[in-house]
């Protein structure tokens, strides 16, 4: 006597209409749960970033008062070891535009006080960088503008000072 066999595909057979609902949904929450981590982990990567600009510009304006270029230079001395490229120096009150603020700075867009016998400038770079390299285009820019008060020929000055930083 033959057995009738038709329509059974095996025991994983009569079981995957209920097996495609359930890798489909594991499937869509793996990603979200994926999506989810890399949003949060490029978050935090914003952040650190931004808490590493603050800890440059905090070591540069410390007290809001700089008496000489020498001072401004060990102020430069104590920030080093950043994780971040930075451009960071004292500017002219007028040279920087109302909006300067809010908008994106490039070091280009302005120049640096120098020192009053005109032999070094207010400049603090990231240890490597040269004061002539360039931001990239594609770089992601943070600036933050400070006002500072400068003693120059002992007559205190207002004068911002500006970090420039990207990644």
């Known amino acids: 006597m033959l057995k009738n066999f038709k329509g059974f595909l095996g025991p994983i057979g009569d079981d995957l209409p209920s097996l495609i609902p359930i890798i489909f949904g594991l499937t869509i929450f793996f990603a979200s749960f994926t999506f989810s981590l890399n949003k949060f982990n490029e978050v935090n990567s914003l952040i650190d970033e931004k808490l590493e ?94 006002p500072i008060a400068l003693e120059r020929n002992s007559v205190v000055v207002p004068v911002h000072l500006v970090v420039v930083a990207w990644k």
């Open 53 to 146: 600009i603050l800890k440059v510009s905090r070591g540069l304006r410390l007290n809001g008062y700089v008496s000489s270029h020498e001072n401004f230079q060990e102020l430069c001395e104590s920030i080093q070891g950043t994780s971040i490229k930075f451009k960071a120096g004292l500017v002219d009150f007028s040279s920087l535009r109302k909006d300067s603020a809010q908008s994106v700075i490039r070091s280009r867009d302005f120049s640096f006080i120098q020192n009053e016998d005109k032999t070094n400038r207010f400049i603090c770079l990231k240890e490597g960088l040269l004061e002539e390299e360039e931001i990239p285009d594609t770089a992601r820019i943070s600036n933050l503008v400070y």
